[in-house]
């Protein structure tokens, strides 16, 4: 339950002025962009452009997740989240108390779902691609973001590109996961435990797959493992990538490049029942063949039979008139 002095900081007017203790920096809010368990972030102007700025009363929370995005930026060649512009501390006259901020880049974009209901189911691999290159990275770097699912997953570009937003789930390896969705996390599915490792973040991978491809909205309803196999199975795409999924499902890639590999050659492979429609067709085009060949040779027999007719009558009328006197 969101306790008091959280409810009043997602009810911030918009124009509201934070200004940090230390650093003396201003930020004015715009509009809410979203809030979580520990805080609210908000869009705000600032004299460097517009941000995403954070608000909670938690700081310990806010220390944590300003220590992954500066482990975040560490990182060489890929960008694991946004980039980490301010923390500070705002003495709310209302509240009478010190809220924790953080201000961060504001990246530009659609979530995922939005994206892939514009374009089409077609970009759901593609995109889950690159996801499973940048979780690559944080697992290297000894974190797991937990908390994995469309809404934390913002689509920039062109070209089109994965972000990672809000970082408040990600977890040290080994631990128990922070924060997670309950239609995202194994444990809601009872396919394994909410220790952070690389395989909770791939059974999450798996479900955006699924939900992405699915018309209706998942939940669980009895045996989690085989509704999931009946709906991979449902769905002429899901079931391409059946081998893949099931594999993430159960626990069986120990990294995301293996993940990213079995996807990128299942790609590339026919889908099982476009092959099955194909061997049907050959097989009908080969009997239709098969069955014109005869058709020929029987026309060719009969034709032959016509003319040798056609040709004895001729040459009994012949012998005939030769025979009369």
Same mark, same amino acid.
């Given at each position: 339950?969101?306790?008091?002095? $959280?409810?009043?900081?997602?009810?911030? @007017?918009?124009?509201?002025? *934070?200004? =940090?203790?230390?650093?003396?920096?201003?930020?004015?809010?715009?509009?809410?962009?979203?809030?979580?368990?520990n805080g609210v972030v908000y869009l705000a102007e600032s004299a460097k452009g517009i941000v995403a700025l954070k608000l909670s009363d938690n700081? &310990?929370?806010?220390?944590? &997740?300003?220590?992954?995005?500066?482990?975040?930026?560490?990182?060489?060649?890929?960008?694991?989240?946004?980039?980490? $512009?301010?923390?500070d501390d705002w003495t709310a006259p209302l509240m009478k108390k010190h809220i924790s901020f953080y201000v961060m880049e504001y990246i530009r974009? &659609?979530?995922?779902?939005?994206f892939i209901r514009k374009h089409g189911k077609e970009w759901v691999a593609i995109l889950l691609l690159q996801l499973l290159s940048v979780l690559?990275?944080?697992?290297?770097?000894?974190?797991?973001?937990?908390? #994995? !699912?469309?809404?934390?997953?913002? *689509?920039?570009?062109?070209?089109?590109?994965?972000?990672?937003?809000?970082?408040?789930?990600?977890?040290?390896?080994?631990?128990?996961?922070?924060?997670?969705?309950?239609?995202?996390?194994?444990?809601?599915?009872? #396919? =394994?435990?909410?220790?952070?490792?690389?395989?909770?973040?791939?059974?999450?991978?798996?479900?955006?797959? +699924?939900?992405?491809?699915?018309? +209706?909205?998942? &939940?669980? !309803?009895?045996?989690?493992?085989?509704?999931? +196999?009946?709906?991979?199975?449902?769905?002429?795409?899901?079931?391409?990538?059946?081998?893949?999924?099931? %594999?993430?499902?159960?626990?069986?890639?120990?990294? /995301?490049?293996?993940? %990213?590999?079995?996807?990128?050659? /299942?790609?590339?492979?026919?889908?099982?029942?476009?092959? %099955?429609?194909?061997?049907?067709?050959?097989?009908?085009?080969?009997?239709?063949?098969?069955?014109?060949? !005869?058709?020929?040779?029987?026309?060719?027999?009969?034709?032959?039979?016509? *003319? +040798?007719?056609?040709?004895?009558?001729?040459?009994?009328?012949?012998?005939?008139?030769?025979?009369? @006197?």
């Amino acid at each position: 339950m969101m306790n008091h002095t $959280l409810k009043g900081l997602c009810n911030l @007017p918009a124009g509201t002025v *934070i200004t =940090g203790k230390w650093h003396h920096q201003s930020y004015k809010l715009l509009k809410p962009l979203g809030h979580g368990a520990n805080g609210v972030v908000y869009l705000a102007e600032s004299a460097k452009g517009i941000v995403a700025l954070k608000l909670s009363d938690n700081s &310990e929370a806010v220390t944590s &997740e300003v220590n992954v995005l500066r482990r975040f930026s560490k990182v060489q060649g890929v960008a694991l989240g946004p980039s980490l $512009l301010d923390v500070d501390d705002w003495t709310a006259p209302l509240m009478k108390k010190h809220i924790s901020f953080y201000v961060m880049e504001y990246i530009r974009g &659609e979530d995922f779902s939005t994206f892939i209901r514009k374009h089409g189911k077609e970009w759901v691999a593609i995109l889950l691609l690159q996801l499973l290159s940048v979780l690559d990275k944080l697992h290297q770097e000894g974190w797991v973001f937990g908390d #994995l !699912k469309p809404e934390n997953l913002l *689509i920039t570009g062109p070209p089109p590109t994965v972000r990672l937003l809000d970082v408040g789930g990600t977890t040290l390896q080994g631990r128990a996961v922070k924060e997670f969705t309950e239609l995202y996390d194994r444990g809601y599915w009872g #396919l =394994g435990s909410r220790k952070a490792e690389p395989s909770y973040d791939l059974f999450a991978v798996a479900i955006i797959m +699924i939900q992405s491809c699915c018309p +209706i909205k998942l &939940e669980r !309803k009895g045996d989690g493992r085989r509704q999931l +196999i009946s709906i991979i199975q449902a769905d002429v795409m899901l079931r391409k990538y059946q081998t893949v999924l099931m %594999k993430a499902i159960d626990g069986k890639y120990k990294r /995301a490049s293996e993940m %990213k590999q079995d996807l990128l050659a /299942a790609i590339g492979r026919p889908d099982p029942s476009h092959s %099955k429609q194909r061997a049907s067709q050959k097989t009908v085009q080969k009997s239709r063949r098969s069955k014109q060949r !005869k058709r020929g040779k029987a026309r060719g027999v009969l034709e032959t039979a016509l *003319i +040798i007719a056609v040709l004895l009558c001729a040459y009994a009328v012949y012998v005939y008139h030769q025979v009369l @006197p």
